[in-house]
């Protein structure tokens, strides 16, 4: 998985593994499509300029996503976890929102904010 940036969700207890990262091989004539399931493949060249733009520009902290320990899982809701006082909990990371949208079609866009 060239050029990989993990995202930080646990489902069921478990680390979930899933990335964007280069395509490769075969992969890279299936961009577009579904190739994998879960991670985000995108052309290797767009992968490792994604990774060192991230790498250089965004660190610091970032709110921890709210987490259910009846299910073991992070929410991927948007949910964040708040101390007693309500204050959002922080953890070190990339300050990075990427908007995913699981839908194929025309005029497609991907963002980073």
């Not at 930080?8 to 075969?26: C, K, P, S």
């Not at 948007?78 to 204050?87: I, L, S």
Request: glycine residues 10%; contains cysteine; hydrophobic residues 45%.
């Amino acid at each position: 998985m060239p050029n990989a940036l993990f995202f930080n969700w646990e489902r069921a207890g478990l680390q979930t593994g899933l990335a964007i990262h280069a395509a490769t091989g075969d992969d890279i004539a299936r961009l577009g499509r579904r190739a994998s399931a879960g991670c985000v493949h995108i052309a290797p060249q767009n992968a490792l300029l994604l990774r060192e733009l991230i790498q250089a520009n965004y660190r610091g902290p970032v709110p921890r996503f709210a987490y259910n320990s009846a299910t073991q899982t992070m929410s991927n809701r948007g949910a964040f976890m708040h101390d007693a006082a309500g204050r959002l909990k922080m953890a070190d990371g990339y300050r990075v929102l990427v908007d995913i949208e699981d839908y194929g079609g025309e005029n497609i866009v991907a963002s980073l904010f």
